[in-house]
């Protein structure tokens, strides 16, 4: 008999880089305490549901255009149906409420692409993170991995790591390095950690 994990879920709106990320630290042992048992997009057209469907994992769809004012409702029904005990937000593009965030207390991260409480907040996903932080010209940028509450970007931090901004950098060019030098590396491991203390049933 294999040994428990902790049924995670990954909400995602776009590529799924990060995705890929844990998808990968699974299968080569990093993560050990986690399983990732369903992807759950808020669109048809996210890659990302293609590279779950790679890994022959569980996804599902729920839409604003769907589901209107019970949208996140039926993400909340969703995610008790399947027995879910760990949510990671890896580029997942909404903002979620104080009903949401109090339903899964603690057991909600999101890996944001700065260092909090630098270039965070309503407004700063994606590339917009990167273009404030050339505009403010800071020398150092770098990702986050923190829980959810709610208050956009606002929970307790949990990794951080930081990334080198180099002259002519562009955001893109920007966001390439802050992924590959930080993001892929601390929410493996955010996932890791966090899914040993829910095994041994620490408190969070
Ligand atoms: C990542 O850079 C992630 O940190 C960011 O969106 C990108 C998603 O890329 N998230 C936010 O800005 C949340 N505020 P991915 O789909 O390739 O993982």
Known sequence: ???????????VSGGG?????????QKSGIIKSGE???????????????????????????????????FEDRLISVL????????????????LSKKF????????INVHPSLIPSFCGEGYYG?????AALKKGVKVTGATVHFVNEIPDGGEIIEQKAVRVYPG??????QKRVMRQA????????????SERILKNERL
């Open 1 to 11: 008999m294999s040994a428990k994990k902790v049924k995670t879920a990954v909400l």
């Open 17 to 25: 880089t990060n995705l890929q990320a844990i998808i990968d630290a």
């Open 36 to 70: 990732i048992t369903l992807v759950l997009s808020n669109r048809y057209d996210a890659y990302a549901l293609e590279r779950a469907k790679a890994a022959e994992i569980k996804t599902a769809v729920v839409t604003r255009k769907d589901f209107g004012k019970d």
């Open 80 to 95: 008790t149906e399947n027995g879910i005990e760990l949510i990671v937000l890896a580029g997942f593009m909404v903002i």
């Open 101 to 108: 965030t109090d339903t899964f207390k603690n057991r909600i």
């Open 127 to 131: 590339l917009r993170v990167h273009e």
């Open 169 to 174: 950098d562009t955001p893109e060019r920007l």
């Open 183 to 194: 993001e892929w590396k601390i929410l493996p491991k955010a996932v890791e950690k966090i």
